[in-house]
């Protein structure tokens, strides 16, 4: 997972020892030099137990055996062909939820187990970024997708895994200004560290009102500046843990315009102080994690990295780090607890990241999406970008439509685009003639919308009026041949499986709304699917178990679920 200097990513001489004293095994670690960020790595290409690995790097057997018992990556067992296979919303909506039988007959084993001679391993995993053409599997890293997948997987059908569709419906693009705009990458960075300052690129990031892509929103320059108020050394990590099924803008500018996210996060790390930049992949990412390792070397050589950049005296390395299986190690503090080396759990806030984050270092977390605006910011200024937009929700976002669009595709467009131009115009409506039942906006912390609602501006103010949210932007179309009990299934399916476990509203709410969706209608499950709801929402620490009961009432109310509050 890690590829550090000295094995601890973002652990430099100047004291993460005496700055970060809140988990017992970085103290343990500290104290006796032990490589605790490590054991991601040696979990992954160890098939020793996590006591014998423990017990090799001097640490406590908990230390090993949390990450080995929490990451997917770490618990599905592993035979020599190893086949993840996408059971979340996009794929399920395009193959009508049969896929994933179709596929354990062909290779004759089930999800999660290895076949019965040895030979091959299925895991069910949530999201692999192929939304626009699913159903979809990765075969080691080669990926498959389309109808006839169980063929492909058996070599009777050719394989397929087409490339991701982009245009642009703003007025001129942004974060695909490389991909459309015929706009060079590095054509600001090197001006910006031989003469810019980063009191001028804050300036510029501010005046835009950007804000971050990956769910939250939280305005970038309010980010940047909260970790300046705290002594240095400081660390921006690019968050490539896209983990929204529906969403695949991240793999799409990981893979096809790296050059242009590592320059925007080296800009936000001038502009912070930050003398190290990390790219968090997904591991169901492999491509996208290759392609940005090749980009770093790649820019390492051209000079726009490492020591004394443009004779700016200002030195600058990056690290591309690959996740271990986890929807929730998208959430910034979870991404840096996996970084650790630790369970990719969430921890209570405050203190917030900016203030003290990987190793007790000020970190700045920014969407992969976010920082491939700020060169384009940086370079025509803030107020050309917060043109775009709403007053009140600057720029641009990267809509992804899923399969079931006639057009399906990455579409660039102004936030406050109207729902329905995306659908229709830009996706052509359903394709084979369905029709439309439901769009899940944002992932499943996003919520549903119905065909009767899709007048509504692409916008969180707007989206929130109908229980739904912006979210990372993935628009999921569900048409006529799945009930309103499928879908919400699959959704609890997926909060189960997701939840970190950290705390109980989540971990016991997500597990006992999975079981309560199976119940029949009655009015004592339906207060008790209320209760769930209600606790999950008020008691969770963090947006996953927040968010899942509003998810859960929107599509109640689209597809008039009675035994669920809407």
Same mark, same amino acid.
């Given at each position: 997972m890690h590829e550090f200097p000295a094995g601890r990513p973002g652990a430099g001489a100047e004291g993460w020892r005496e700055r970060n004293t809140d988990d017992p095994f970085l103290r343990y670690a500290a104290r006796f030099d032990r490589p605790v960020g490590e054991i991601p790595d040696v979990l992954r290409s160890s098939v020793a137990a996590p006591a014998d690995i423990a017990r090799t790097l001097g640490l406590p057997a908990a230390a090993v055996?949390?990450?080995?018992?929490?990451?997917?990556?770490?618990?599905?067992?592993?035979?020599? #062909?190893?086949?993840?296979?996408?059971?979340?919303?996009?794929?399920?909506?395009? =193959?009508?939820?049969?896929?994933?039988?179709?596929?354990?007959?062909?290779?004759?084993?089930? =999800?999660?187990?290895?076949?019965?001679?040895?030979?091959?391993?299925?895991?069910?995993v949530r999201c692999l970024g192929y939304c626009f053409t699913g159903p979809a599997a990765l075969d080691g890293v080669d990926p498959h997708a389309g109808p006839e997948l169980a063929a492909q997987l058996l070599g009777a059908a050719p394989r397929t895994a087409p490339p991701i569709?982009?245009?642009?419906?703003?007025?001129?693009?942004?974060?695909?200004?490389?991909l459309l705009g015929g706009l060079q990458p590095w054509q600001v960075w090197p001006d910006v560290a031989a003469s810019g300052t980063p009191e001028d690129v804050l300036d510029r990031v501010e005046a835009a009102q950007l804000r971050g892509r990956g769910g939250a929103g939280f305005r970038a320059a309010a980010k940047?500046?909260?970790?300046?108020?705290?002594?240095?050394?400081?660390? %921006? %990590?690019a968050n490539g843990d896209e983990g929204d099924p529906g969403s695949y803008a991240d793999r799409l500018l990981m893979e096809e315009d790296p050059h242009r996210v590592l320059e925007g996060l080296a800009l936000a790390c001038f502009a912070v102080g930050a003398a190290t930049g990390i790219v968090f992949v997904r591991s169901e990412y492999p491509h996208a994690a290759a392609r940005l390792r090749e980009a770093v070397a790649e820019a390492r050589a051209a000079g726009h990295l490492g020591p004394n950049v443009a004779g700016s005296g200002f030195s600058l390395n990056f690290h591309v780090v690959e996740g271990?299986?986890? &929807? %929730?190690?998208?959430?910034?503090?979870?991404?840096?607890?996996?970084?650790?080396?630790?369970?990719?759990?969430?921890?209570?806030?405050?203190?917030?990241?900016?203030?003290?984050?990987?190793y007790g270092q000020p970190?700045?977390?920014?969407? +992969?999406?976010?920082?491939?605006?700020?060169?384009?910011?940086?370079?025509?200024?803030?107020?050309?970008?917060?043109?775009?937009?709403?007053? *009140?929700?600057?720029?641009? %976002?990267?809509a992804c439509l899923s399969e079931r669009f006639l057009r399906?595709?990455? &579409?660039?467009?102004?936030?406050?685009?109207?729902? #329905?131009? $995306?659908?229709?115009?830009?996706? @052509?409506?359903?394709?084979?003639?369905?029709?439309?039942?439901?769009?899940?906006?944002?992932?499943?912390?996003?919520?549903?919308?119905?065909?009767? *609602?899709? *007048? +509504?501006?692409?916008? *969180?103010?707007?989206?929130? #009026?109908?229980?739904?949210?912006?979210?990372?932007?993935?628009i999921v179309a569900f048409d006529d041949r799945l009930t309103g009990a499928q879908v919400l299934q699959n959704l609890w399916d997926f909060a189960a499986a997701e939840s970190c476990?950290?705390?109980?509203?989540?971990?016991? @709410?997500?597990?006992?709304?999975?079981?309560?969706? !199976?119940?029949?209608?009655?009015?004592? $499950?339906?207060?008790?699917?209320? !209760?769930?709801?209600?606790?999950? =929402?008020?008691?969770?620490?963090?947006a996953f178990g927040r968010r899942v009961p509003a998810a859960v009432r929107s599509l109640a109310r689209v597809y008039g679920l009675t035994g669920w509050p809407a």
């Open positions: 055996e949390g990450p080995a018992s929490y990451f997917a990556d770490f618990t599905a067992p592993r035979a020599a #062909r190893h086949v993840r296979v996408c059971t979340a919303a996009a794929c399920f909506a395009a =193959a009508g939820g049969a896929h994933l039988a179709e596929v354990e007959a062909a290779l004759g084993v089930e =999800a999660g187990a290895c076949s019965a001679d040895g030979s091959v391993s299925l895991q069910a569709p982009v245009s642009c419906a703003s007025p001129f693009p942004v974060v695909t200004a490389g940047w500046r909260a970790a300046l108020e705290h002594p240095a050394p400081r660390v %921006v %990590v271990a299986g986890s &929807y %929730v190690s998208g959430e910034e503090t979870a991404l840096i607890n996996g970084l650790e080396g630790l369970r990719g759990t969430v921890r209570p806030r405050p203190p917030f990241p900016a203030t003290r984050g990987l970190t700045v977390v920014n969407n +992969v999406e976010t920082l491939s605006a700020v060169p384009w910011i940086v370079q025509h200024g803030g107020p050309a970008y917060a043109a775009l937009g709403t007053p *009140d929700e600057a720029g641009t %976002v990267l399906p595709g990455a &579409y660039e467009v102004e936030i406050g685009t109207p729902v #329905r131009r $995306i659908v229709e115009e830009l996706g @052509g409506g359903l394709r084979d003639g369905r029709e439309l039942r439901a769009l899940q906006i944002g992932g499943p912390l996003g919520g549903f919308l119905g065909p009767q *609602d899709i *007048d +509504v501006p692409l916008s *969180d103010a707007a989206l929130s #009026r109908f229980g739904a949210a912006l979210g990372h932007v993935g476990g950290q705390c109980s509203p989540c971990r016991v @709410g997500s597990w006992r709304g999975r079981a309560l969706a !199976e119940r029949p209608d009655t009015p004592d $499950i339906g207060r008790e699917r209320g !209760e769930v709801l209600r606790s999950m =929402a008020a008691g969770s620490l963090c």
